[in-house]
């Protein structure tokens, strides 16, 4: 009993540990995005303000229609992404799996090889720009990033685990290479492919990089470009609140609340998705079973 007792209050002292890990951060951010400006400067960070003002959130309001585009766009743009990367790679994966593949073995050290010698900014660069032609297209998002070679091997290691015996058997009963991928493959890699999926969906969501090197249209800025924008220049947020105060700028505008603001508004989507990716992986598991 004592040791039930014990073992109980670790994973207790554990998982709470973890909670306020990520909690905490989270709250000081809320804290400092609804803090007076003169306030902000006046006391600093405090977890709890001495003069609230959401004078942030109301420029970021004021430019309500211009957030909501950004989001659909960052939205289409990361599941379309996640959409065919996780296509690729995962009959890629199950192909380098198969060692009766002629060129399996060269196939594996190109991977390899892509994974641990990088191509660098200048070539990559030259090939999206020059070859590809994708500069100011929609479509930089999705061809340069099809294949991510850390998760191609996560899902190559899973599919050479499974059990040879059992693709062996579906080979002797009459099945082809495409009905043991569809029914015996794919649906016990699931779990694996959904997980990917998520931290695939994740990293497109947060991207800005791609905006910043390849993109000059407006109507292409994915939202933490934006956000970026908003945090590091000045001037770009002047114009913001000029936009939303519609007159001449008052004295104590939220320059610095409104960067904490932009934080806190860009975590609300994923938080909205975060409930869906869980019943995605109940459905896998109950699938599975």
């Given at each position: 009993?004592?040791?039930?007792?014990?073992?109980?209050?670790?994973?207790?002292?554990?998982?709470?540990?973890?909670?306020?890990?990520?909690?905490?951060?989270?709250?000081?951010?809320?804290?400092?995005?609804?803090?007076?400006?003169v306030?902000?400067?006046?006391?600093?960070?405090r977890?709890?303000?001495r003069?609230?003002?959401?004078?942030?959130?109301?420029?970021?309001?004021?430019?309500?229609?211009?957030?909501?585009?950004?989001?659909?766009?960052?939205?289409?743009?990361?599941?379309?992404?996640?959409?065919?990367?996780?296509?690729?790679?995962?009959?890629?994966?199950?192909?380098?799996?198969?060692?009766k593949?002629?060129?399996?073995r060269?196939?594996?050290?190109?991977?390899?090889?892509?994974?641990?010698?990088?191509?660098?900014?200048?070539?990559?660069?030259?090939?999206?720009?020059?070859?590809l032609?994708?500069?100011?297209?929609?479509?930089?998002?999705?061809?340069?990033?099809?294949?991510?070679?850390?998760?191609?091997?996560?899902?190559?290691?899973?599919?050479?685990?499974?059990?040879?015996?059992?693709?062996?058997?579906?080979?002797?009963?009459?099945?082809?290479?495409?009905?043991?991928?569809?029914?015996?493959?794919?649906?016990?890699?699931?779990?694996?492919?959904?997980?990917?999926?998520?931290?695939?969906?994740?990293?497109?969501?947060?991207?800005?990089?791609?905006?910043?090197?390849?993109?000059?249209?407006?109507?292409?800025?994915?939202?933490?470009?934006?956000?970026?924008?908003?945090?590091?220049?000045?001037?770009?947020?002047?114009?913001?609140?000029?936009?939303?105060?519609?007159?001449?700028?008052?004295?104590?505008?939220?320059m610095?609340?409104?960067?904490?603001?932009?934080?806190?508004?860009?975590?609300?989507?994923?938080?909205?998705?975060?409930?869906?990716?869980?019943?995605?992986?109940?459905?896998?598991?109950?699938?599975?079973?």
């Open positions: 009993m004592n040791r039930l007792m014990k073992r109980y209050f670790l994973y207790l002292s554990i998982t709470t540990i973890t909670i306020l890990l990520f909690v905490v951060p989270l709250l000081l951010l809320i804290s400092f995005s609804i803090t007076d400006e306030a902000f400067f006046e006391d600093g960070h977890l709890i303000p003069v609230v003002s959401f004078a942030a959130y109301e420029v970021l309001l004021q430019n309500f229609s211009r957030y909501f585009s950004l989001v659909s766009f960052t939205f289409i743009q990361a599941s379309i992404s996640t959409f065919f990367s996780l296509i690729v790679m995962t009959l890629g994966a199950y192909v380098l799996s198969r060692d593949y002629v060129f399996s060269i196939a594996n050290i190109f991977v390899f090889g892509a994974y641990f010698l990088k191509w660098g900014f200048v070539a990559t660069f030259y090939i999206n720009t020059r070859i032609n994708l500069f100011d297209s929609f479509w930089i998002y999705i061809f340069p990033n099809l294949v991510d070679v850390y998760f191609l091997l996560i899902l190559r290691s899973y599919y050479s685990k499974i059990g040879k015996t059992l693709l062996r058997s579906a080979e002797m009963d009459g099945a082809g290479e495409a009905n043991i991928f569809l029914n015996i493959a794919l649906p016990i890699s699931l779990p694996l492919i959904l997980a990917v999926g998520v931290l695939l969906f994740i990293n497109r969501w947060n991207d800005w990089f791609t905006s910043m090197l390849y993109i000059n249209d407006g109507s292409l800025f994915t939202l933490h470009y934006y956000l970026q924008r908003i945090s590091r220049e000045e001037g770009f947020i002047r114009d913001l609140v000029r936009v939303a105060a519609g007159s001449d700028l008052s004295r104590n505008m939220p610095h609340t409104l960067r904490f603001a932009v934080g806190v508004v860009s975590t609300i989507p994923l938080l909205f998705l975060t409930p869906l990716f869980r019943k995605a992986a109940t459905y896998c598991n109950f699938s599975l079973e």
